[in-house]
């Protein structure tokens, strides 16, 4: 009895463990991977979140929470930056150099930790094959975090009330019909356009200057890699000369560069100013909103007119340390922020982004959400811009030389081309 039970006991497990097995390409994270853990000792990770006005800490507790139990042996310690600076890159550089960085990074820039060699490679398996276009943020052809979002970034989101109020019956798609928009506003005694001091400047600059740009070449970070472009090119100092105007016409807020990111979005959302360049994600702050105005948005005008989107396809997000020792309890949490369907939707809908999973998650949206979906429906793949790749993940740290660029802009009395050879001499003092 004993010799023919046995056999039939190995079969069996073996059927088990392959089924867990399988099922993991399925539902990373899920209840039965957590099970084979079950009894054994539970091992520790160190996750660096990244906290928002909507990524909140009681969101991702809640998320650690149900990764716990659906995994119980592995725990999560989460630790947050200070500071929010626009990216916990600065934070991570210190936790780096004293040895402690963490099993996992949220919203780093991967090419600077690439570079510093910090990050674990993310092995091309059946999970990371559900996300469209997994290669698009990929290094050396190899990838290193794990992303599977749509971030539309050059978006002007307008008070509809006040356009109305100063006559704009048309959305501008040209640089021209924005300025004449703008004058309209100020002539109505509004402020046109609401910016802020820290990293919100250098964004606003690049996603109201680039898409004229990178419109035209897609590939515009790889050429300057190569040399054959830079930012002191003509087409790069009119685009900057344009948004040094809109500042010496006096269409930006006065004070910006003594507000932060979290106020210049509670400005708009108070009807302290018609227009707010910023991503996506502000979306979610709307939609929370109480305001007597209804928000519209269009793309960034470009100087031709042509509508042109940058963002990111699949960038940043999660990526995962050289060094750890829990590698693969690392990559299963990281999967499992971005693909489990529960928490990928709470996700998705707090920052208010869109799905780019062949079969995407999908969330209920505001009617500002809904306009932005309609609109997106005829986009196809996004160029980044920024700290993002244009044909290539830019040098490490340009996001904060566009930040400088940007605030001496909006003091009014800066000599643009000087100006933008700082960027060029940034390029080349960090390119490897």
């Known amino acids: 009895m004993n010799k023919l039970l046995k056999p039939l006991f190995t079969v069996t497990l073996g059927l088990t463990v392959f089924t867990a097995g399988c099922g993991s390409s399925k539902n990373p994270g899920s209840t039965t991977q957590g099970n084979q853990n079950a009894g054994k000792q539970a091992v520790e990770i160190t996750y660096q979140s ?67 060699d910090a990050l674990h490679e993310i092995p091309i398996d059946a999970d990371i094959k559900q996300i469209n276009n997994y290669d698009s943020s990929m290094i050396n052809g190899k990838l290193y975090n794990i ?33 004449d928009a703008s004058a309209k506003l100020k ?24 898409p004229t740009i990178y419109k035209d070449n897609q590939k515009w970070y790889t050429d300057r890699y190569d040399g054959k472009v830079k930012f002191t090119d003509p087409n790069w100092i009119e ?9 010496k016409k006096g269409y930006f807020n006065k004070g910006a560069l003594s507000i932060g990111y979290t106020d210049v979005e509670q400005e708009f959302l108070k009807g302290n100013g018609a227009m707010y360049p910023m991503g996506v994600w502000f979306t ?14 269009f793309p960034i005008p470009t100087k031709d007119g042509k509508v042109f989107m940058v963002g990111s396809d699949n960038e940043g997000l999660f990526a995962v340390s050289k060094t750890s020792k829990q590698a693969d309890a690392a990559i299963k949490f990281a999967k499992f922020m971005m693909l489990d369907p529960e928490v990928g939707k709470e996700f998705l809908k707090a920052d ?4 780019n999973l062949k079969t995407p998650i999908t969330y209920d949206m505001s009617p500002l959400q809904k306009e932005l979906a309609g609109m997106m429906a005829g986009v196809g793949k996004m160029v980044g811009h920024y700290n993002n790749q244009v044909g290539s993940v830019p040098v490490s740290g340009i996001q904060d030389q566009y930040n400088k660029v940007a605030q001496t802009l909006l003091l009014g009395n800066a000599a643009v081309k000087d100006q933008m050879a700082s960027l060029d001499a940034y390029w080349e003092s960090h390119k490897k």
């Open 239 to 247: 685009a900057a000369n344009y948004f040094d105007g809109l500042v």
């Open 284 to 297: 979610a702050a709307e939609a929370k909103a109480k305001k007597d105005f209804e928000v519209g948005v």
């Open 187 to 210: 002539a109505k005694g509004f402020t046109p356009i609401l910016t802020a001091g820290d990293w919100t400047a250098g964004f606003a600059f690049s996603a109201m200057a680039s």
């Open 50 to 116: 990244w906290i928002t006005p909507n990524l909140t800490a009681a969101f991702y507790d809640n998320a650690i929470k149900k990764f716990q139990e659906k995994n119980p042996g592995i725990k999560v310690k989460r630790i947050e930056p200070p500071a929010n600076e626009g990216s916990p890159d600065n934070y991570l550089k210190t936790l780096l150099a004293a040895g402690d960085f963490p099993d996992v990074v949220q919203n780093a820039t991967i090419k600077l930790f690439f570079d510093a």
């Open 147 to 179: 992303s599977a979002v749509r971030q539309p970034q050059s978006l002007m989101f307008y008070n509809k009330k006040m356009f109305a109020d100063a006559g704009i019956t048309n959305i501008p798609k040209t640089w021209t019909e924005l300025e």
């Open 352 to 355: 208010a982004l869109i799905s």
